[in-house]
């Protein structure tokens, strides 16, 4: 496995934070919690692991594959 792998794909601090963003999410539905907070939850914590997932699946970031482009 290449060293940028091993370092910025998946490995137990990614997959913990994705274990935190969706607990973080199916929290803010609990009862009585007040609408701003679920709408606040589900755009940093749902949107942003989302995010996050769809990164590490590609497996590149761009700032990888631009620095590439430019050595």
Do not use: H, K, Q
Not at 13 to 34: I, Y
Not at 42 to 65: K, Q
């Amino acid at each position: 496995m290449d060293a940028y792998e091993e370092r910025f794909g998946w490995n137990r601090t990614t997959l913990g934070l994705m274990v935190g963003c969706v607990v973080l999410t199916a929290g803010s539905f609990l009862p009585d919690t007040p609408l701003y907070i679920r709408m606040l939850a589900v755009a940093l914590f749902g949107v942003g692991g989302i995010v996050m997932a769809i990164g590490l699946s590609r497996g590149r970031s761009r700032c990888a594959s631009m620095s590439r482009a430019y050595s």
